[in-house]
């Protein structure tokens, strides 16, 4: 069974750094390829990033390209999401997500995480 937790939100301001993570209680982690999505009030859910099973392939939403950086774990089994320079329009509720495929993306992600609230101050 498939359960993914994110942690690591909270409130910032406007040009800090935060790190969210997300765990995943399917083995192998290595099994799955994952991605990060947010939810601001009103808005539709929207990609943020993701990456394959090894972490060496990953995808890039325009918005975070060059500030956010996706990585993962599979030795401790753990997805992270930096992100730097954050901005007030970052505001969201992040989701992590993943989906048991080995190829390459970008994917149809089926199990989701409950979400974390990152909050940034202008």
Partial sequence: QVKLVESGGGLVQAGDSLRISCTNSARPFSQYAMGWFRQAPGQEREFVASLNWNGR?????????GRFTISRDNTNNILHLQMNNLKPEDTAVYYCAAEAYYGLGPWEFTFWGQGTQVTVSS
């Fill in 57 to 65: 392939t990953t995808y890039y939403s325009d918005s975070v390209k």
